[in-house]
């Protein structure tokens, strides 16, 4: 069966990103790779970058990783409003739901508060301080 992870790029701040999604989520990164640790004569890297995430990755749940990247400065800035895709998360409970939301809201933009949806779960949408789009949600098998 596959399994899919989110990936999201960042434009230099996918650390800070990263440990504010810690703090929510719990956990440990399961590896963490500068732009200077892939440095070569083929690849260089500049100064100005070199500290930047190139591969991050939080567990949450037993299967599912969180990934994300600084996108190097040649390659141009990401769209950090772009509305294309969200990121979903399933709890196990209404109160984790709530929690999630609560933590990972904060300091975004709320588009759908906690509560019933038209789909049939109970679910809350927003936009976290980093531009990023979630939906936490939780699904009664009932």
Same mark, same amino acid.
């Given at each position: 069966?596959?399994?899919?992870?989110?990936?999201?790029?960042?434009?230099?701040?996918?650390?800070e990103a990263?440990?504010?999604?810690?703090?929510?989520f719990?956990?440990?990164?399961?590896?963490?790779?500068?732009?200077?640790?892939?440095?070569?004569a083929?690849?260089?890297?500049?100064?100005?970058?070199e500290?930047?995430?190139?591969?991050i990755?939080?567990p949450?749940?037993?299967?599912t990783?969180?990934? $994300?990247n600084?996108?190097?400065?040649?390659? &141009?800035?990401?769209?950090?409003? =772009?509305? /294309? !895709?969200?990121?979903l998360?399933?709890?196990?409970?209404?109160?984790?739901a709530?929690?999630?939301?609560a933590?990972?809201?904060?300091?975004?933009?709320?588009?759908?508060?906690?509560g019933?949806?038209?789909?049939?779960?109970? $679910?809350?949408?927003?936009?976290?301080?980093? &531009?990023?789009?979630?939906?936490? =949600?939780? /699904? !009664?098998?009932?």
């Amino acid at each position: 069966m596959a399994t899919i992870h989110s990936w999201i790029n960042f434009n230099g701040n996918a650390e800070e990103a990263f440990t504010f999604y810690k703090s929510v989520f719990g956990g440990e990164f399961t590896k963490v790779v500068r732009f200077k640790d892939i440095s070569s004569a083929e690849y260089p890297v500049s100064e100005k970058e070199e500290n930047k995430i190139m591969y991050i990755a939080l567990p949450i749940g037993a299967d599912t990783l969180l990934i $994300a990247n600084d996108v190097p400065e040649v390659l &141009g800035r990401v769209n950090e409003r =772009e509305n /294309r !895709s969200k990121i979903l998360v399933s709890t196990d409970s209404k109160e984790e739901a709530e929690k999630l939301f609560a933590g990972l809201s904060a300091g975004g933009e709320v588009e759908g508060p906690m509560g019933d949806s038209p789909w049939g779960s109970f $679910a809350g949408v927003f936009r976290d301080k980093y &531009g990023i789009e979630w939906i936490i =949600e939780f /699904r !009664s098998t009932k």
